[in-house]
Nanobody, 114 residues
Framework: VQLQASGGGLVQAGGSLTLSCVAS????????MGWYRQAPGKQRELVAS???????KYMDSVKGRFAISRDNAKNTVILQMNSLKPEDTAVYYC?????????WGQGTQVTVSS
């Protein structure tokens, strides 16, 4: 299984970015897909996740600002990030969890300037 993430970049505070991640290879259902982030000197943390049945979970600090969605037919997960804040600056990683195995994509940098 391979995960290819895209969509990071530099944005001013209050702006928006959309992250996309496409999974390829032996993908089985059900599975969970999600986004994590890691800021310098901090641990990687869950930002949002979504199950095959579209049940979502968000970290408290992004609720109401970020939205996660997925296209099961395309094995794609999207993270729409609005009202970005400088504290959202981090490397964002997508992941896929299936059959007790977790796969990670390469990180994509998100930088929010104040």
């Amino acid at each position: 299984v391979q995960l290819q993430a895209s969509g990071g970049g530099l944005v001013q505070a209050g702006g928006s970015l959309t992250l996309s991640c496409v999974a390829s290879g032996s993908i089985f259902s059900p599975n969970d897909m999600g986004w994590y982030r890691q800021a310098p000197g901090k641990q990687r943390e869950l930002v949002a996740s979504i199950t095959s049945g579209a049940t979502t979970k968000y970290m408290d600090s992004v609720k109401g600002r970020f939205a996660i969605s997925r296209d099961n037919a395309k094995n794609t997960v999207i993270l729409q990030m609005n009202s970005l804040k400088p504290e959202d600056t981090a490397v964002y990683y997508c992941n896929l969890r299936q059959r007790w195995v977790v796969y990670w994509g390469q990180g994509t940098q998100v930088t929010v300037s104040s």
